[in-house]
């Protein structure tokens, strides 16, 4: 069983930045794909940013060239550098974990979940 804990959330202005972690324990962390979901209140969760176990990442439309993901596998630890940040991204952010071999932006395909981080972007 893997567990997955998020940090780093907080609230920002626009145009700021922020890093959000997700530690994990309990599994192979580098046998995983992870991604970055994020969810706002009556929507559905949506992918943001994934890293596969081969190193590949993959980025939403709405926020490639602001956010960038990465791991430590030293650290089980998986990044997301948020830079140029806007009220859209406000959001609960949740970091997902799950054995592929690409990786899939639909959050069902996922097995593991973090509790989720919330980051708010005022104008």
């Known amino acids: 069983q893997v567990r997955l804990v998020e ?17 994990a324990s309990g599994g192979n962390f580098g ?3 992870m991604g970055w979901f994020r969810q706002t209140s009556g929507k559905e ?16 439309d709405s926020v490639r060239g602001r956010f960038s993901i990465s ?4 650290k089980n630890t998986v ?3 948020m830079d140029s ?10 970091c997902a974990a799950g054995v592929f071999r690409d990786i899939p932006t639909d959050p069902n395909l996922y097995n ?6 919330q980051v708010t972007v005022s104008s």
Do not use: H, I, M
């Open 7 to 23: 940090s780093g959330g907080g609230l920002v202005q626009a145009g700021g930045s922020l890093r959000l972690s997700c530690a």
């Open 31 to 33: 046998g995983y794909s």
């Open 45 to 60: 969760r949506e992918f943001a940013a994934g890293d596969s176990r081969s190193g590949g990442t993959y980025y939403a």
């Open 85 to 94: 940040l806007k009220p859209e991204d406000t959001a609960v952010y949740y």
């Open 112 to 117: 593991y979940w973090g509790q989720g981080t």
């Open 79 to 81: 990044y997301l550098q």
């Open 71 to 74: 791991r430590d596998n030293a």
